[in-house]
């Protein structure tokens, strides 16, 4: 006998309409795949340690989603001493073009950024931002799991333009040390990267992690997994500075021990389930990135 759909009326009670740990699991897998994409971003965006993600990224994310967005309403603003742009945006499932989200944002020529710039330049931007910010109405928690900020990068731009110029890395005040293992400092990872290269027969991939502006190099690919769960969070690096730039011996954090015979699994929070497998040891990195210091140099 074929099942009757049944209609029930809920009374304005808000009800779970799908199985909260399937949703979670989708979100955790898109989650993955948006870190993957946004940590190979040649210039992110980084505020006080935090990454922001831009319009394209949210774009992204959409997809994963079947979600896109569009503008609604453009109009000029005069305020007197101040004009610009306010648009209206929604938020669209790409299937049947339904709204499920709404925002507005301005760009006005009263921002430090955008005083100089020509009035169709202050339009666009004013389109960008309440494309991204519909985005982020649905998107953010998705975001969030991935260890991103929830406000669009275009909303904190005048923040990045209107900081003190960044003195070279050379020039900061670091607290470091030197010991037979290395050159130690206290850093924060902004990105991670790799590039992959042949020589004579030999296929190898050369990772790059990028602290305070300064690159550090390997070929552990432990060591460039690591770095990419720690983006914008403060970690000790230790490296050997070489002509060929600095080579990343290992990375410390809050929680490790660095010794798997002494380690409390109860310290490493987070990492417990990775350091069972000693993915997140540091006597195992250690000896890793050193077994591969000994590959063929590029």
């Known amino acids: 006998m074929a099942k009757e759909l049944v209609a029930y009326e809920t009374h304005g009670d808000i009800a779970i309409n799908r ?10 897998e898109a989650a993955r795949a948006l870190a993957d994409i946004i940590g190979k971003k040649k210039k992110p965006i980084i505020i006080g340690g935090e990454q922001y993600l831009e319009f394209e990224d949210w774009q992204t ?11 609604t309403q ?17 938020a669209i499932k790409t299937s049947d073009g339904m709204e499920i989200s709404a925002a507005e944002a301005m760009c006005l020529n009263d921002e430090p950024n955008w005083k100089d710039k020509p009035l169709f330049q202050l339009r666009s931007m004013a389109q960008t931002r309440a494309c991204a910010k519909a985005l982020r109405n649905v998107l953010a928690w998705v975001v969030v799991l991935a260890g991103y900020r929830a406000t669009p990068a275009e909303e904190m731009q005048d923040m990045t333009q209107n900081k003190p110029p960044i003195m070279p890395p050379q020039a900061k005040k670091q607290t470091q040390t030197t010991d037979a293992e290395g050159i130690t400092i206290k850093a924060v990872i902004e ?18 992690i990028l602290a305070d502006s300064i690159w550090y190099n390997t070929f552990s690919k432990t060591l460039h997994d690591i770095a990419a769960t720690k983006i914008g969070k403060p970690v000790e690096i230790v490296y050997q500075a070489s002509e060929k730039g600095n080579n990343l011996i290992a990375i410390k954090f809050e929680g490790c021990t660095g010794n ?14 990775i350091c069972e497998d000693r993915a ?11 077994t591969e210091d000994k590959k063929d140099t590029i």
């Not at 199985?19 to 955790?28: C, D, G, I, S």
């Not at 109860?266 to 389930?273: G, P």
């Open 19 to 28: 199985p909260p740990e399937q949703v979670l699991a989708e979100a955790q």
């Open 191 to 208: 990105k991670v990267s790799s590039k992959e290269g042949k020589k004579g027969n030999k296929v190898w991939t050369l990772y790059g």
């Open 61 to 71: 994310v959409g997809r994963f989603y079947g979600i896109t967005a569009k503008i």
């Open 74 to 90: 453009t109009q000029y603003i005069d305020y007197g001493n101040v004009q610009g742009f306010e648009a209206k945006a929604v």
């Open 280 to 290: 997140v040891c540091m006597f195992q990195v250690q000896t890793e990135s050193k």
């Open 260 to 273: 798997p015979l002494t380690c409390s699994l109860s310290s490493y929070v987070d990492e417990t389930t």
